[in-house]
């Protein structure tokens, strides 16, 4: 290809015909001057039919287009002028760069049909999956095969102002994702999402296609976010087809909060926040497990407040509550550091001890014992509170954490029987103790009531000796062990509840017993222990009136018996159903007086009839100087008759007991010298031979005369 003389092509080679792009060349009219073969080729026509002739001529679908519009802009302003055009009769779109020269312009371009659709189609998926990014409500990026964040979204920027707000640089678009996220992040977390990033861009692709065991990644982690924590799950997924990766960092806050407060509820006691059973049982086999001490032990205490149930039932529950929480306070206050305070349940707490031997954990429970010296307050109101502690310590050896608690709560069961309020340090024998009041428990919610006696001691009028009435005493008939005394399990009974049908059940024996001895000439007052917890369980009126009912013994035939105790644990309720009772003739007495309580005024205000003088109050006379051994007895005696109350001596065993109490005037006694407790059945030959010697028991008894049972 050639020029013409007027600057026209002419047929000589072509000197742009190894230009890869399509040349041409317009004069300052606009017509054809030049032309490649290239250009030839995409513009499908030869320069033949072109040179010489006006472009827009030639070409009319460009007359009054975006490419007439650049081209007369270059010849204007002689500024270079490159774009894409795209021609539609070809439908196809080219590059085209304009250059103004002194003869006219000279254009280059090239089809970019391909290239540019391709493009197009990536724009429109970028932005598609750019509204599907600004769609999702947690922080999402896009990130590159080079680890850039191509895209994201408005949640990723707003998390991005928090840290602006720390004084950090959040990672934008264009910056790379792993440096953005060490923002806040533990460095473990950071290095495991490192290197899943890293495998999710790395991995080899099978047709296009990441392998699926690797094309995700889910990881949870936490970041400090201002001054507060947030958890996030991120999830990671690679692009199908390509090297870029999807992130996703859901806000977890709420939920892994709540797990946590299901956690710590779980582990945590309600009330007091202290740690419960399941979590004390858990420290305890750590510290079982943990060697490190110089001691090896560990040292348990478990503390049971003596009295607390009077607290609830008297004053309230909301008083209960809040003594519970101070006794806490107080406990957590007094421990060493790295002990740990716990609550049981109820009203027992455990402390556990590390690095603790014998004299340390003792001492450690003795000061404890002086936090309740001080009464608490709780909704203005002073309440004094007691302890009973037991004390184990682990041996070398030993990891078992439930053997350990069992051998502290049994030390703590011996302290209560003690006198409560007492500190007591594990021994071998409390185990086997521990295991009895198991026994004890199971039997007497399953068969044990059927294989109860009663035995029965007389009661003797100290004027006349005749026997006036018998008090009921209940035994086990065990079928290994043998005849139990009561004080072999009724403890166990008053703490599990077994004692309420326990005493329904004697209520009704003792008054059917009774009422047949009435039958066969012998009326004997019979006289019932019962125990505080049928107070509580206000049951107590209900079960005697059934059980003088049932049996048509008279109800001033039956006497209940209390202890103080058993009154001072709540005086009110004791006060409404004693009195139930006293209206419809049944006799009240107070049982072992002079043993612990009393609030005299508060004892004689009750409805009782008689009043039982316990042993130790003889015992105590009897060991007094001469000329005075009878004076605190004649006090007592003289107070019930000023009162009208009877009075009833208890624990008469020999002939001077007789004589003390017959000198300050008793009313009554009972006791191994006038006769031991026996079987049902031999009751009515023994009281038949008093009658017979004279009726006169007391005599009797000085005289040494053996009426014998049966």
């Known amino acids: 290809m050639r020029e013409h003389d007027d600057g026209s092509q002419a047929g000589a080679s072509d000197p742009l015909a190894g230009v890869p792009d399509a040349v041409y060349r317009l004069d300052a009219h606009g017509r054809f001057r030049y032309l490649n073969s290239a250009a030839e080729a995409l513009m499908e026509r030869t320069a033949d039919e072109l040179i010489g002739q006006h472009a827009l001529n030639c070409f009319p679908d460009a007359r009054g287009s975006f490419i007439e519009e650049q081209f007369r802009g270059a010849f ?8 894409t055009y795209f021609y539609a009769p070809q439908k196809r779109w080219y590059e085209i760069r304009a250059f103004r020269d002194q003869d006219g312009l000279a254009v280059f371009f090239r089809d970019v049909d391909d290239h540019f659709r391709s493009d197009q189609q990536r724009d429109a998926e970028v932005r598609e999956l750019t509204d599907v990014l600004e769609a999702l409500p947690s922080a999402t990026v896009l990130v590159d095969g080079d680890g850039r964040i191509i895209n994201a979204n408005r949640a990723w920027e707003v998390n991005g102002e928090v840290f602006r707000s720390d004084g950090h640089k959040p990672g934008g678009v264009g910056d790379n994702y792993l440096d953005a996220m060490r923002i806040g992040l533990d460095p473990a977390d950071h290095a495991v999402i490192d290197a899943a990033m890293r495998r999710l861009v790395q991995e080899p692709t099978e047709g296009g296609v ?28 690679r692009v199908i087809g390509a090297s870029r ?15 946590q407060a299901l956690a710590w509820q779980a582990a945590h006691d309600d009330l007091t926040g202290l740690p419960n059973r399941s979590s004390l049982l858990r420290s305890i086999r750590d510290a079982l497990t943990d060697r490190s001490s110089d001691t090896g032990a560990t040292g348990l205490l478990v503390l049971d407040l003596d009295g607390f149930k009077t607290v609830n039932d008297s004053l309230g529950h909301e008083v209960g509550d809040a003594l519970l929480c101070q006794v806490a306070a107080r406990l957590a206050e007094q421990v060493r550091p790295g002990d740990v305070v716990g609550r049981l349940g109820g009203d027992q707490f455990v402390v556990l001890a590390r690095g603790c031997d014998s004299s340390e954990a003792a001492a450690l429970a003795f000061r404890l014992q002086t936090t309740f010296a001080l009464p608490f307050v709780a909704s203005g109101i002073t309440v004094p509170v007691s302890a009973s502690i037991g004390v184990a310590v682990s041996r070398p050896d030993s990891d078992d954490a439930h053997q350990l608690l069992s051998d502290a709560d049994a030390a703590m069961y011996a302290a209560k029987g003690s006198g ?9 024998g409390l185990r086997e103790a521990a295991r009895w009041r198991l026994e004890v428990a199971t039997r007497l919610r399953e068969d044990a009531i059927d294989q109860l006696v009663v035995h029965y001691q007389p009661v003797v009028r100290l004027d006349t000796g005749e026997v006036e009435g018998v008090e009921a005493l209940v035994r086990w008939q065990h079928p290994e062990r043998g005849l139990l005394p009561p004080d072999s399990f009724l403890s166990v009974a008053e703490e599990t509840g077994q004692v309420i049908p326990i005493t329904r059940w004697l209520l009704r024996e003792t008054t059917r017993r009774a009422a047949e001895w009435a039958a066969e ?10 125990s505080a917890r049928h107070f509580s369980a206000e049951t107590l009126v209900r079960d005697v009136r059934v059980a003088l009912r049932e049996s048509g013994l008279p109800a001033d035939q039956l006497v209940l018996e209390l202890t103080e105790t058993t009154v001072a644990e ?20 107070i049982d072992d007086f002079g043993t612990g309580w009393s609030s005299l005024a508060q004892l004689f205000a009750l409805p009782i009839g008689t009043l039982k003088i316990d042993r130790s109050l003889l015992n105590a006379a009897e060991r007094a100087a001469a000329g005075e051994s009878g004076a605190v007895l004649a006090a007592i005696v003289g107070l019930t008759r000023t009162l009208g109350i009877r009075s009833v001596a208890e624990g008469v065993e020999t002939p001077e007991h007789l004589r003390m109490v017959r000198d300050a005037g008793c009313d009554l006694a009972q006791g191994w010298l006038l006769g031991q407790a026996m079987p049902a059945d031999a009751v009515p030959g023994f009281v038949r031979r008093v009658q017979a010697a004279g009726g006169d028991l007391c005599a009797l008894a000085v005289a040494g005369a053996a009426i014998h049972a049966g």
């Open 210 to 237: 990441a392998y699926p065991a690797t094309a995700t990644f889910d990881h949870d982690y936490s970041c400090r976010m201002g001054e507060e924590t947030a958890w996030f799950r991120l999830q990671a997924s």
């Open 76 to 83: 204007t302003d002689g500024l270079a002028r490159q774009f």
């Open 420 to 428: 409560r309020d007492r500190v007591h340090l594990f021994s071998p």
């Open 245 to 259: 990766v999807v992130v996703t960092h859901t806000d977890i806050t709420a939920r892994v909060r709540s797990e």
């Open 521 to 530: 000439g012998l009326p004997l007052r019979m006289s019932v222990n019962v």
């Open 570 to 589: 709540d005086p009110t309720r004791a006060e409404d159903q004693l009195t139930v009772l006293r209206s419809f003739g049944v006799r009240v007495a």
